[in-house]
């Protein structure tokens, strides 16, 4: 009982944690991302030049990015939810789990499971959005302007 008291306050503060992990860097990056596309369309166009379709694609990739971290940071949070309310279940419970109570137990795992590999997919989805966007600005930059 002990050892699930503590895993559900764990649970309760991965709620929290989740949404400070790597998904800052991600949406740090990607919003200077954004920022760089415009300040380069500004400039381009202050210049009469051309404005590349790689920038307009890159930001759009930035954007993206920041989008699918946003679905994945309330997809984590869901996650977590489910899972404290496993072990609050269990919990109230205690050591004699009828029937009816491992089957509410067993559908929090089950919600909890699926909403954390939609996290992980959203989570992989967001980096490769801003990678994409990295690359594009950086072949741009690089070879172009």
Do not use: H, P
Request: charged share 20%.
């Amino acid at each position: 009982m002990k050892k699930l008291k503590e895993r559900q306050k764990l649970s309760w503060q991965g709620m929290f944690y989740s949404i400070q992990r790597i998904d800052l860097l991600i949406v740090t990056i990607s919003g200077a991302g954004i920022y760089l596309c415009l300040e380069t369309m500004k400039f381009l166009s202050e210049n009469n030049q051309c404005i590349s379709s790689l920038i307009r694609i890159s930001g759009a990739m930035f954007l993206f990015g920041i989008i699918i971290n946003f679905l994945s940071q309330l997809f984590g949070f869901k996650s977590n939810e489910q899972d404290f309310l496993m072990c609050q279940a269990k919990i109230d419970s205690g050591s004699k789990i009828s029937n009816e109570e491992q089957d509410e137990i067993d559908t929090y795992d089950r919600k909890s499971d699926v909403y954390s590999k939609w996290t992980n997919r959203f989570n992989y989805l967001s980096m490769g959005f801003m990678f994409v966007g990295l690359i594009l600005i950086m072949t741009y930059f690089l070879f172009i302007f």
